[in-house]
């Protein structure tokens, strides 16, 4: 009652904007405006103390701390330097740590000592590995925090906090055990441990803390009945080891078998997950003999009484024995269900009957060792199956062979995403149309070798299949992003593939060992923005029409060995193109001719080309280059002198070019921030002009014997030329002039 009093006024006071929402994909947060934290303290008067920096205790020095119930410690405050003075706050009821620091044992045994009424301590955060003993002495405290700390265990007079009413664990991923005394505290109403990975067990008679509402997660040991004394637990709950539940028989049902009852309907649950493992990645309990795990019928018999409250929105059950999902999936009793993910269930035979589930929007189905077909059973037999559905998972199937019609046409009228991943006897794939896909990954599916068309398709990925594949992929009108990955086999890519793709942005072709060409209709995909080339052994040419992708930004070729150049003059018409890459390429001589037409170009890498001679005289017009990388290119004798005209750019980076003999002039590489030179033996003195470089920040220089020797601190003939760049790694010694640590010294001095 409480509690939903509290809501109630929270909920109110969130309507009123004294509180802003902040979520994520992982949480919900609520922070408070500043103007409404400032009012907060003006009203709290002197009963509310913030203390934000550790170097200047003198704030509660002199102040009156008898008025003082809240406390507020903040900034990486460290404990251990606590004024002393606070701790004359001897009313004080609620302290918070906003600190990373570890807080002292010492420290410890003073706020337990000093702060003898404290309702809420706040450790969250903090670099605490150890609780003082002494904290069962705060016998007034109701809420204690100890999220996110590396503690690993607590200390037994934990159980003497007989008014705590939360515990808060989440995120303690060190802890290995509760104290057993834990279970004295009967009004314990929240214990999170959430996210307390390495957590393997709960202590004995954990059941006997029935005021229990927050238990996420629960390990039942042996017999998991003791779960139906716990009946105020709702919001998320995780049950792991279910393996090890050898006995829950509690009475006996009409078939005369012995059951432990569905103790789970009555909890108000949004989300369950039931794991047979860890909850990790579903590995058994080690410390489980084979001899003791339960067997697949009882794995049955146990998950028959495990069926939720039709409240649930969130189901995933993991590493499940038994050949068959339970009845109570197929029914109305979990017909709100939003979220459902059936991981590991390696001895169930048949999808459970899933399409009659009226607003399940996410499904996830993983590691089905002998499920051989999906069919009509799988649809619930419904008119419309899977009406909500907006995203559906199939991986691991290693013996599914064919996916059905399901004896409708009209299904998933709403999916928008679909994978299929590592079915490797998969033949056929529903010939309905899905009305609404946008997304489609296919992978490691050798055998498949027809799809159906996807009026509405924006990103296909298809990996390590079949090359005929890509013949059934016609018609792709509306396609965004196209990849094609691992298709060892695939000597020539269709032309029909690309035939109607007028709205292809990015295309990616990588690991395809045995290609020699793109198609030669690829100038037709005039959108095209972004193409990246990778891992083409045999690729020894592009076709002409690359010069007609008038819209690309972005080009990438990595290790292509075949390929000895680009087409010629094929960068004249890319006046879009900001990003030009190519990697290990040993077949490239030069660059080719016409990058001064590239006038976009913001960013040129060449790395590892081991055949590179030379770059293009014409550099000088690439007037906003920002960033120029070449890397292990040992034929390069020389850089352009067009290099020092690049007014823009930032980041030049020169390494393990052995042939390099010098580097053109910088004096009006105005905008130049940051220098890199290794391994370039051969080059014996600094750049001309880098003593005008105002705006350079950083500076390297490794395995460059004789500039390193020119640059060494104070005693190099170059030291003055660069002695006025903030950051310096020169050979193994960096150099940092900060200009605080400059002032701070003469000042000492």
């Known amino acids: ?111 337990v000592q000093c702060f003898r009424h404290l309702k809420i301590l706040n450790l969250s955060g903090s670099g605490i590995e150890r609780l003082h003993r002494s904290i069962g002495d705060l016998i007034y405290l109701r809420y204690l925090d100890l999220s996110n700390t590396p503690l690993q265990t607590l200390p037994e007079t934990i159980g003497h906090l007989c008014n705590l009413r939360t515990l808060d664990l989440s995120g303690c991923t060190n802890l290995l055990e509760l104290p057993g005394e834990i279970v004295k505290l009967v009004n314990l109403m929240h214990l999170n441990v959430k996210d307390c990975t390495r957590l393997a067990s709960l202590p004995a008679f954990w059941w006997s803390m029935v005021s229990l509402g927050t238990l996420p997660i629960v390990i039942p040991g042996k017999n998991i009945a003791m779960l139906d004394c716990l009946k105020d637990l709702q919001g998320e709950l995780k049950i792991k080891y279910l393996v090890n539940c050898t006995d829950f028989a509690l009475k006996v049902g009409p078939d005369g078998i012995k059951y432990a009852g569905p103790f789970l309907k009555h ?73 459902l993910e059936l991981i590991n269930c390696k001895s169930v035979e048949t999808l459970p009957m899933l399409g009659q589930l009226p607003v399940l929007k996410c499904l996830n189905i993983q590691g089905m060792d002998n499920v051989v077909k999906i069919d009509n059973e799988f649809s619930g037999g419904a008119m419309w199956p899977f009406p909500s559905l907006n995203e559906l998972t199939l991986q691991d199937f290693p013996e599914l062979r064919t996916w059905e019609d399901m004896g409708s046409t009209e299904a998933f009228p709403c999916l928008k995403k679909l994978s299929i991943m590592n079915c490797p006897l998969l033949k056929t794939m529903p010939s309905f149309g899905f009305p609404c896909l946008k997304r489609l990954s296919v992978m490691k599916c050798p055998l498949l070798k027809t799809m159906p068309s996807f009026p509405t398709l924006q ?79 045999m690729l020894d040419s592009l076709p002409h029409g690359l010069a007609n992708l008038i819209s690309l930004e972005n080009l990438e070729i990595i290790e292509c060995p075949s390929l000895i150049a680009l087409p010629e003059q094929s960068l004249e018409r890319l006046s879009s193109l900001r990003s030009l890459s190519i990697e290990n390429c040993n077949g490239f001589t030069s660059l080719p001719r016409g990058m001064q037409h590239a006038t976009a170009l913001e960013r040129l890498t060449v790395m590892y080309c081991s055949n590179l001679a030379s770059l293009p005289d014409d550099l000088q017009n690439l007037l906003v280059l920002k960033s120029l990388t070449i890397l292990s290119c040992p034929d390069l004798a020389s850089l352009p002198d067009g290099v020092q005209h690049m007014k823009m750019l930032q980041n030049l980076e020169i390494r393990i070019c052995p042939k390099l003999m010098a580097l053109p002039k910088v004096k009006d590489l105005i905008s130049l921030r940051s220098l890199a030179i290794s391994d370039c033996q051969n080059i014996k003195s600094l750049p001309e002009g880098i003593e005008q470089l105002s705006e350079l920040q950083h500076l390297s220089i490794q395995d460059c014997p004789e500039l390193e020797k020119r640059c060494k601190e104070g005693k190099g003939e170059d030291w003055l030329k660069i002695s006025h760049i903030p950051y310096k790694h020169i ?12 002032a701070a010294s003469s000042s000492s001095s």
């Open 267 to 339: 909890l108000q649950l949004h989300t369950l997950d039931l794991f047979w493992g860890d909850g990790g990645e579903d590995k058994l309990n080690r410390n489980t003999s084979r001899q003791t795990r339960q067997p697949g019928h009882d794995s049955q018999r146990l998950i028959r009484e495990l069926c939720p409250s039709p409240n649930i929105r969130r189901l995933s059950i993991n590493g499940y024995l038994g050949r068959q999902l339970p009845g109570w999936m197929k029914s109305d009793a979990i017909h709100n269900l939003t979220v």
């Open 1 to 111: 009652m409480l509690e939903q009093m509290g809501n109630e006024c929270f909920n109110d006071l969130l309507d009123m904007s004294f509180f802003q929402l902040r979520s994520s994909s992982d949480a919900v947060e609520f922070k408070i405006p500043s103007l409404i934290y400032d009012l907060a303290k003006l009203i709290a008067g002197k009963e509310f103390l913030t203390i934000e920096n550790s170097d200047q205790p003198q704030v509660v020095t002199g102040r009156n701390l008898a008025e003082t119930r809240y406390a507020l410690v903040e900034n990486n405050f460290r404990s251990s330097l606590l004024p002393k003075a606070l701790f004359k706050a001897h009313k004080l009821c609620s302290l918070n740590f906003l600190s990373s620091g570890d807080i002292s044992m010492e420290a410890q045994r003073n706020i």
């Open 459 to 537: 990103h296909l990925m298809l990996q390590d299949c079949d090359p005929l594949l890509l013949r059934s992929a016609a018609d792709l009108r509306t396609l965004l992003t196209l990849v094609i990955d691992s298709f060892c086999e695939l000597d020539f890519i269709p032309k029909v593939l690309l035939e109607n793709c007028l709205f292809l942005v990015s295309l990616t072709v990588i690991s395809c060992p045995k290609l020699p060409t793109l198609p030669a209709n690829l100038g037709r995909v005039t959108a095209l923005r972004s193409l990246k080339i990778g891992w083409c052994e």
């Open 731 to 742: 050979g193994a010694i960096s150099v940092l002039q900060n200009r605080q640590d400059t």
